[in-house]
């Protein structure tokens, strides 16, 4: 693998973390399995580079992206708290017609940001690699974002919001108002989503809308590696172990995308990713059953 | 390290005669289905036609997004760093990563609707900076004469197409600035993936009087399902690349993906040859083979006239 492809392994994996922190926030927090991403993702991917390609700053593109998103997952969760449609189903139904909003947001299916201003723009031509660059600010703004959740999961509100996760009768018993931390906690989970989007369009110069395809797939990937390399007590640890989740899941794929050298074909690749991530979960099992033995 | 060997071995056997160096061209599609297939092996084949044999002097490397556009980008950065020669991406998604990664190695695109919209260049007569290719913009007035020819009677038609595809969209916008002119009225129909096609087929029954499929990658995956669909309730379907004729389509003018295919590794082999890349014009697809179908035809209850099947370059049998 060489040094260009690892980092952009690295790139990758590390916009994908905002993916595998909101789904964190939805899947272990809230309990709430959300399939809105699916949706979220190229949402936005959609608001931003539409911002972006009529000449409004990038931030505020970001900016807008994360509101879109976050608008997604409330409308996920009025469904489900509003109207008692099964979790699942609400988020399915948000996710398919975001596939037509997204559409409707773009105009045409894919949308060019090749030639445009990004977030990025201001940082390339400092003297270092464009493909050092991108995984160092994109590093830095998941810092900052993990942080901001972490504060925002210690403090009263966000105790609240775990309360209602763990055991939302027994909250509502303490005086929580469930419904209210789930809105802004779906709202929260899908505006990181939605801002993953916003910068994978920026740094791959495209937004499609088949950018969603899988996302979930991905975050909850994501998640459950870090989950069992860090076998997380904290909040702090789960971040962090969603962060390196992510990055482990595209490091695999980068590994897999290497193995023709072995024999194995273009049309392998998600068995080998499969196999490569399996591996990853199962190797620390290995070794903790020989410990306790 | 074997990258430093061979430039020491190639400084130490400089006094043998220039044999054509050795290259490597690494080419990737965001999916892979048999159009799309079939222009990646055009391209292999016609660098073997240029003097490049996989082998002998050139090495080429394919990678299938597997439909994933965060997996194309993945592609685009590991070609990006293995350091090819000439990368061939194949797609709109696939090119616009890989034009994305890299400024400095050459990149020729190929079955690429609408480049200049896809920000991959700026100028289609004058591309500039690291990109060309070949745009796969069907010849769709040729594809509208063919539908008067063999059924003049139709009036409106109906297009299955999935409006996530870019390039589809691009098509399908062009169809309708085509077909007023010629008389038609276009009905669309829409399918997101591939199990959505014959739905939308079924759509269109009795709203339209035949049926045409662009070269829409989801459609075409799944054009057996609209195939059915047009026999059971005789409308003529007709597609926009001649690799669908066989499998059941009534006819097809233009190119087929194997001929872009070859198109695209003739600009391959001229950038290999030190030619820069902004200094080759995007070019258009080209092809003019007509194919029918007698047989499926018939099934849809329509009878192919003599002069067409004479002038057919091939007649599936």
Known sequence: MSEIAFLGAVEIGLVYAFVAIGVFLAFRVLDFPDLTVDGSFPLGAAVAAVMITSGIDPWTGCLAAILAGAVAGLVTAFLNQRFGILHLLASILTMIALFSINLRIMGRPNVALINQQTVLTPFYGLGIPDYYVRPLVIFVLVIIVAFLVARFLASDFGLAMRATGVNAKMARAQGVRTGVHIYVGMALANGLVGLAGALFAQTNGFADVTTGIGTIVVGLAAVIVGETLFRPRTIVLALIGCVVGSVIYRVAIQFALGADAIGLKASDLNLVTAVLVAVALILPRLRGRKATT | ?317
Request: avoid cysteine.
């Open chain 2, 1 to 317: 390290m074997l990258k430093y060997l061979a430039a020491v071995a190639a400084v130490g056997f400089l006094a043998i005669p220039a044999k054509a160096e050795d290259v490597t061209v690494a080419v990737t599609a965001i999916v892979e289905h048999p159009a799309l297939d079939a222009a990646r092996d055009g391209v292999r084949d016609g660098l073997a036609d240029a003097g490049y044999k996989v082998g002998e002097n050139l090495t080429f490397l394919y990678e299938s997004a597997q439909g994933n556009p965060a997996t194309a980008a993945q592609i685009a950065r590991k070609y990006v760093g293995d350091g090819p020669t000439v990368i061939v991406p194949i797609s709109t998604p696939s090119a616009q990563a890989v034009v994305a990664a890299t400024k400095d190695i050459p990149v020729v695109f190929t079955a690429v609707t609408d480049p200049v919209g896809a920000e991959l260049v700026k100028d289609a007569a004058m591309p500039g900076g690291n990109v060309t290719g070949v745009s796969d913009l069907s010849p769709l007035a040729d594809h509208l004469a063919l539908i008067k020819e063999i059924t003049p009677d139709a009036k409106t038609i109906g297009v299955i197409f999935n409006p996530g595809e870019a390039n589809s969209v691009t098509l399908i916008e062009k169809l309708k600035e085509f077909a007023g002119p010629a008389g038609y009225e276009v009905v669309e129909a829409s399918a997101t993936k591939t199990a959505d096609v014959q739905q939308a087929a079924r759509s269109l029954v009795g709203k339209v009087d035949v049926i045409y499929v662009p070269t829409d990658n989801t459609v075409v995956s799944a054009l057996e399902a609209a195939v059915k669909v047009a026999e059971e309730n005789g409308i003529p379907l007709y597609a926009g690349d001649t690799d669908s004729v066989p499998r059941g389509a009534i006819a097809a003018v233009g190119f087929n993906y194997y001929d872009i295919g070859l198109q695209t590794a003739t600009i391959v082999a001229k950038v290999l040859k030190g030619e820069s890349p902004g200094s080759i014009p995007v070019m258009q697809a080209e092809g003019t083979n007509l194919v029918v179908n007698p047989g499926a035809a018939k099934k849809m209850g329509v009878t192919i006239p003599e002069a067409v099947i004479k002038r057919a370059n091939t007649v599936v049998q």
